[in-house]
């Protein structure tokens, strides 16, 4: 499938829409615990058995963005959110046969492993092109996609909710919703995958110079061999660390942190404080990923590595004697968690071009499959020994969040030390696409 050329007078703002229908729709990942209770009571599976799925979607969801990015840049946009449509959805479908016939492992097979593959590939579809589009405004264009994922859960929990209380939480009513969650993501996806443009080769777009980028363009090959790209994958695996730590533990952790004082936190308040998380991290996708475009992408990164840490640091010093400053200060950040996602994109096309950037932003995403199984591995191994030595209360998380500070200081160092791409890795043309250059054209320089 050829890339599908915008024609003469395209809005670019037609763009981004296209992103969200795809990214709005993966989001659903984020809700799989909604799937979990009726799962586990009506195919007496444990929790760690009703957490499969997801957790094998997004371990593929990682591998098919880091080997699939190439396949991406190749074809472009339209194939890509065309594959993920195919198997995010055909996920869903297997699993509502799994869930009929009460196969599990068709459910893991085709949530987890067929899903997941649409997971990786509609999370990087987007990005590239939307780079090519906004080059004045990279970090705004990405933001607005993958705050769509962020997002997707928002919509995908209530609706879930709904569809297994009208269908029921046995086999058969589990079965219907993953059927109607596959044909309803399939149309959703579907606009986007009709909407996508890439912009002319020649074309200019508002804001920015010819549409194909200028100045160092660096292949995905070169990238990864480049001390700028693993000086990004510590930054991104850092962020995500920290943000991940708070994440996947709020709600028990804001309910241990005020069970031993005068204001302690029902299981209401906590779910509460788990949905404004939610908020703050889809706010910080757009928000921090726009001010990236006003201050330069080391800069914001700066913020979330050091002002993070200094939350961190007054949760675990005096969040237990104020909820308002532990509820901002997660607040904060969880809003760099987000930001850190959709900032990291625009980074990369800052340092090595807009030639393979999605190739490269795949590849890079193997530091959020790292970060999904460290935030939650220090947070809780170190709370289960606090707890075996008898301790409670917010004295459970103080030593985690002190080596999520020492996190967020690695990943501060590693920002400071990104310097522009050395000329050898930059993208050489060959012989005859050299030839082809107008006269009067400047080459764009290239790596090798």
Same mark, same amino acid.
């Given at each position: 499938?050829?890339?599908?050329?915008?024609?003469?007078?395209?809005?670019?703002?037609?763009?981004?829409?296209?992103?969200?229908? /795809?990214?709005?729709?993966?989001?659903?990942?984020?809700?799989? #615990?909604?799937?979990?209770?009726?799962?586990?009571?009506?195919?007496?599976?444990?929790?760690?058995?009703?957490?499969?799925?997801?957790?094998?979607?997004?371990?593929?969801?990682?591998?098919?963005?880091?080997?699939?990015?190439?396949?991406?840049?190749? @074809?472009?946009?339209?194939?890509?959110?065309?594959?993920?449509? /195919? =198997?995010?959805? #055909?996920?869903?479908?297997? #699993?509502?046969?799994?869930?009929?016939? &009460?196969?599990?492992?068709?459910?893991?097979?085709?949530?987890?492993?067929?899903? !997941?593959?649409?997971?990786?590939?509609?999370?990087?579809?987007?990005?590239?092109?939307?780079?090519?589009?906004?080059?004045?405004?990279?970090?705004?264009?990405?933001?607005?996609?993958?705050?769509?994922?962020?997002?997707?859960?928002?919509?995908?929990?209530?609706?879930?909710?709904?569809?297994?209380?009208?269908?029921?939480?046995?086999?058969?009513?589990?079965?219907?919703?993953?059927?109607?969650?596959?044909?309803?993501? $399939?149309?959703?996806?579907?606009?986007?995958?009709?909407?996508?443009?890439?912009?002319?080769?020649? &074309?200019?777009?508002?804001?920015?110079? *010819?549409?194909?980028?200028?100045?160092?363009? %660096?292949?995905?090959?070169?990238?990864?061999?480049?001390?700028?790209?693993?000086?990004?994958? %510590?930054?991104?695996?850092?962020?995500?660390?920290?943000?991940?730590?708070?994440?996947?533990?709020?709600? *028990?952790?804001?309910?241990?942190?005020?069970?031993?004082?005068?204001?302690?936190?029902?299981?209401?308040?906590?779910?509460?404080? %788990?949905?404004?998380?939610?908020?703050?991290?889809?706010?910080?996708?757009?928000?921090?990923?726009?001010? #990236?475009?006003?201050?330069?992408?080391? @800069?914001?990164?700066?913020?979330?590595?050091?002002?993070?840490?200094?939350?961190?640091?007054?949760?675990?010093?005096?969040?237990?004697?104020?909820? *308002?400053?532990?509820?901002? =200060?997660?607040?904060?950040?969880?809003?760099?968690?987000?930001?850190?996602?959709?900032?990291?994109?625009?980074?990369?096309?800052?340092?090595?071009?807009?030639?393979?950037?999605?190739?490269? +932003?795949?590849?890079?995403?193997?530091?959020?499959?790292?970060? !999904?199984?460290?935030?939650?591995?220090? /947070? @809780?191994?170190?709370?289960?020994?606090?707890?075996?030595?008898?301790?409670?209360?917010?004295?459970?998380?103080?030593?985690?969040?002190?080596?999520?500070?020492?996190?967020?200081?690695? !990943?501060?160092? $590693? @920002? &400071?030390? /990104?310097?522009?791409?050395?000329?050898?890795? +930059?993208? %050489?043309?060959?012989?005859?696409?050299?030839?082809?250059?107008?006269?009067?054209?400047?080459?764009?320089? &290239?790596?090798?």
């Amino acid at each position: 499938m050829s890339p599908p050329i915008a024609p003469p007078g395209w809005s670019r703002w037609l763009v981004p829409p296209a992103a969200l229908s /795809v990214h709005l729709s993966i989001g659903q990942a984020y809700a799989w #615990s909604v799937f979990k209770p009726p799962l586990e009571s009506a195919l007496g599976l444990s929790g760690t058995q009703s957490a499969l799925p997801f957790q094998l979607a997004i371990v593929m969801l990682g591998l098919s963005a880091a080997f699939g990015g190439t396949l991406v840049e190749r @074809n472009g946009p339209r194939w890509a959110m065309t594959v993920a449509l /195919v =198997c995010f959805s #055909s996920g869903f479908l297997i #699993s509502a046969l799994g869930a009929a016939t &009460e196969q599990y492992w068709l459910i893991v097979l085709g949530y987890g492993f067929v899903g !997941g593959i649409g997971l990786g590939i509609g999370y990087i579809s987007p990005v590239s092109t939307l780079i090519k589009w906004f080059p004045d405004r990279p970090g705004m264009a990405t933001g607005i996609a993958i705050m769509g994922f962020g997002g997707g859960a928002l919509i995908a929990s209530p609706w879930s909710a709904q569809m297994l209380e009208s269908f029921g939480a046995d086999p058969s009513g589990i079965a219907v919703a993953f059927l109607v969650h596959g044909i309803s993501y $399939a149309v959703f996806m579907t606009l986007g995958v009709l909407l996508v443009r890439v912009p002319r080769a020649t &074309e200019s777009v508002a804001g920015g110079g *010819p549409s194909a980028g200028q100045g160092v363009q %660096v292949s995905a090959r070169s990238a990864v061999r480049t001390p700028q790209f693993w000086c990004l994958w %510590v930054v991104l695996c850092m962020n995500v660390t920290a943000g991940i730590g708070i994440l996947e533990k709020a709600a *028990p952790m804001i309910t241990d942190f005020f069970a031993g004082t005068s204001t302690p936190v029902s299981v209401t308040a906590a779910a509460g404080f %788990v949905a404004l998380l939610s908020a703050a991290n889809m706010a910080g996708r757009i928000g921090w990923s726009s001010t #990236s475009d006003l201050i330069g992408r080391k @800069n914001i990164y700066r913020v979330y590595l050091g002002v993070g840490a200094l939350m961190y640091g007054l949760i675990a010093l005096v969040g237990d004697s104020s909820k *308002p400053l532990f509820i901002l =200060c997660a607040l904060v950040i969880l809003s760099f968690y987000g930001g850190g996602f959709a900032t990291i994109p625009a980074y990369l096309k800052d340092l090595f071009g807009t030639y393979q950037v999605g190739a490269i +932003h795949g590849r890079l995403l193997t530091a959020w499959s790292t970060a !999904g199984v460290l935030g939650p591995l220090i /947070v @809780n191994w170190i709370a289960d020994r606090q707890e075996e030595a008898g301790k409670d209360g917010s004295s459970l998380y103080t030593l985690s969040l002190f080596i999520m500070i020492g996190l967020l200081a690695v !990943g501060f160092v $590693a @920002n &400071e030390l /990104v310097r522009p791409v050395h000329a050898r890795h +930059h993208h %050489v043309p060959a012989p005859r696409e050299a030839a082809d250059v107008a006269p009067h054209q400047p080459q764009q320089p &290239e790596s090798a």
